[in-house]
């Protein structure tokens, strides 16, 4: 038996997409404000240049940049409590750092 493909109305979609829009903004504010002490090593303010940096990756679960799309608010906000915020320049410092570290270990 054929299911029966659900039809939704015009104003059921433009409530669907409100509400998709809100929450969206809802966790991109938890985004900005997690962000808004700026760099731990540097200092640098503007949002467009702050990441997450897991410090301990084994205790990472994702990328906090796909959470914000495919989890909950509740996991998002855990994620980020395991994270420090850095700026662009000095997340590529410490990975290089890191990744010296197993250089030497390698030899």
Known sequence: MEKKKRTYTTEQKKKTVLRVRKYMAKKKQILQDAKSGGC???????????DFHHP??????????????FCGIE??????AKCVVVCSNCHRVIHEEENEKLRIIRC
Do not use: F, Y
Request: hydrophobic share 40%.
């Open 40 to 50: 731990t090593i540097c200092g640098e303010k503007r949002l467009v240049c702050l």
């Open 56 to 69: 301990n990756n084994d205790k990472s679960e994702h990328h906090i940049a796909n959470m914000v799309w």
């Open 75 to 80: 996991k998002l906000k855990a994620e980020i």
